[in-house]
């Protein structure tokens, strides 16, 4: 089998300084990276990301055997690249396979197919559109959505930068962007589910900036324009027993990661809710006690106790045991601490994500 490979070159002048965060981003992918003479390598199960850490002459090299892997794994290594050596101003140009190209494979237009209210505060979107595949492996299972407005009504949408990243042709036209996860996807059919929480405040006149996922869900017609980038996210790792946590805003992830259990999977699953009508059927192994807790009236972000009883729950000895949580950043803050910190677990055996912040507008969008 031939593989492709291209490379970066980069000088990093103040590498060190974030070298070590650099490579806990791409461990967190499932991988170690382990030396090999001058380089350390991760390995993926799509391929595999070398760097060779010096700040004069810092080497990432992609490789894989297919062109939308090969695109992965430089996604992969210049999305950290950036988000790390900011200070170091790296301009990323690639030389070897693939390097002219412009395909920026994780960008889609869908359509809206239709959206129908699946419980009172959850909003159901079909989306439409071709070539899908690709949503269903990396083991991501979010999107960044890019949402017509009235400020941008006919936005640009991305094309492939020199450095494989998305960019924009005309920042002033660049649509808003939310995350959201895709709650079921059928490839072969082309067509992809969001759930989206509807809350308020409301935004609109006085505040066009905000709301701009939930009142998109709620206005959104047959043929609906929609930008989509993705997958992202990191996958989760295999367990014996699973400990996990969310508010509705982590219901359509966590949905999906109970539907993929192995039927032998054990744990518990504890989900906030805004009230009883608001629960969902879950498709769950038999071994994972799901357990809904109602706020019954408190505001979304007000309720302690889906964080308590995540904290509460004994973490079993022994090992296999994975914690998954997703909800307010509060929230998830207060699980991250006690799994990190008091408990003392490594990055690989937990996830604990903030996915909306109270007060503040487009959580990890950017
Ligand atoms: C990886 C990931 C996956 C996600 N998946 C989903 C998903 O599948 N479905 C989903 O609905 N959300 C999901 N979210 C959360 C979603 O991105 C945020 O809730 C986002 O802020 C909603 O955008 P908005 O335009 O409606 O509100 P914003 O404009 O971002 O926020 C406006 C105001 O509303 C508040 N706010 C935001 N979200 C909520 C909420 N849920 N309840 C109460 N107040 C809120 C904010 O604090 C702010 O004050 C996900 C987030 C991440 C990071």
């Given at each position: 089998?031939s593989?492709?490979?291209?490379q970066?070159?980069?000088v990093?002048?103040?590498?060190?300084n974030?070298?070590?965060?650099?490579?806990?981003?791409?461990?967190?992918?499932?991988?170690?990276?382990?030396?090999?003479?001058?380089?350390?390598?991760?390995?993926f199960?799509?391929?595999?990301a070398?760097?060779?850490?010096?700040p004069?002459?810092?080497?990432?090299?992609a490789?894989a055997?297919?062109?939308?892997?090969?695109?992965?794994?430089?996604?992969?290594?210049?999305v950290?690249?950036q988000?790390?050596?900011?200070?170091?101003k790296?301009?990323?140009?690639?030389?070897?396979d693939l390097a002219?190209?412009?395909t920026?494979?994780?960008?889609r237009?869908?359509?809206?197919?239709?959206?129908?209210?699946?419980?009172?505060?959850?909003?159901?979107?079909?989306?439409?559109?071709?070539?899908?595949?690709?949503?269903?492996?990396?083991?991501g299972?979010?999107?960044?959505?890019?949402?017509p407005?009235?400020?941008v009504?006919e936005?640009v949408?991305?094309?492939a930068?020199?450095?494989?990243?998305p960019?924009?042709?005309?920042?002033?036209?660049k649509?808003?962007?939310?995350?959201?996860?895709i709650r079921?996807?059928?490839?072969?059919?082309g067509?992809m589910?969001?759930?989206?929480?509807?809350?308020?405040?409301?935004?609109?006149?006085?505040?066009?900036?905000?709301?701009?996922?939930?009142?998109?869900?709620?206005?959104?017609?047959q043929?609906?324009?929609?930008?989509?980038l993705?997958?992202?996210?990191?996958?989760?790792?295999n367990?014996?027993?699973?400990?996990?946590?969310?508010?509705?805003?982590g219901?359509?992830?966590?949905s999906?990661?109970?539907?993929?259990?192995?039927?032998?999977a054990?744990?518990?699953?504890?989900?906030?809710?805004a009230?009883?009508?608001?629960?969902?059927v879950?498709?769950?192994?038999?071994?994972i006690?799901?357990?809904w807790?109602h706020?019954?009236?408190?505001?979304?972000?007000?309720?302690?106790?889906?964080?308590?009883?995540?904290?509460?729950?004994?973490?079993p000895?022994g090992?296999?045991?994975?914690g998954?949580?997703a909800a307010?950043?509060e929230a998830?803050?207060?699980?991250?601490?006690?799994?990190?910190?008091?408990?003392?677990?490594?990055?690989?055996?937990t996830?604990?994500?903030?996915y909306?912040?109270?007060?503040?507008?487009?959580?990890?969008?950017?």
């Open positions: 089998m593989i492709l490979l291209c970066s070159v980069l990093l002048p103040t590498l060190e974030y070298l070590p965060a650099l490579v806990d981003r791409l461990e967190s992918f499932h991988t170690k990276g382990l030396p090999e003479g001058q380089d350390l390598v991760f390995t199960p799509f391929g595999r070398i760097v060779r850490p010096d004069e002459r810092f080497v990432m090299r490789e055997a297919d062109a939308e892997r090969l695109r992965r794994i430089k996604e992969i290594l210049a950290a690249v988000l790390y050596a900011r200070a170091d790296p301009d990323i140009t690639w030389a070897g002219d190209d412009t920026l494979s994780n960008f237009l869908m359509h809206v197919d239709y959206a129908q209210q699946i419980t009172p505060h959850m909003r159901r979107v079909r989306l439409v559109g071709a070539d899908l595949k690709r949503f269903g492996e990396f083991g299972l979010h999107i960044r959505m890019f949402f407005t009235v400020a009504r936005p949408w991305p094309i930068g020199a450095n494989g990243l960019f924009w042709p005309d920042e002033a036209r649509p808003p962007a939310r995350v959201y996860t079921q996807l059928d490839a072969g059919a067509t589910d969001v759930d989206f929480v509807v809350h308020g405040p409301s935004g609109g006149e006085d505040a066009p900036d905000q709301c701009i996922g939930s009142n998109w869900a709620l206005s959104a017609q043929g609906d324009a929609v930008g989509i993705g997958p992202l996210g990191r996958p989760i790792a367990a014996k027993t699973y400990i996990m946590g969310c508010d509705e805003t219901l359509p992830a966590l999906r990661i109970l539907e993929r259990l192995p039927t032998d054990v744990g518990t699953a504890t989900i906030e809710v009230e009883r009508s608001d629960e969902q879950l498709v769950a192994p038999k071994g006690a799901v357990n807790i706020r019954n009236g408190v505001a979304a972000g007000d309720h302690a106790a889906l964080a308590e009883t995540l904290c509460a729950t004994p973490w000895s090992g296999e045991c994975y998954w949580f307010e950043a998830a803050k207060r699980v991250r601490d006690h799994w990190r910190g008091t408990l003392q677990l490594g990055r690989d055996e996830l604990a994500a903030g909306w912040k109270r007060g503040s507008a487009a959580t990890m969008a950017a």
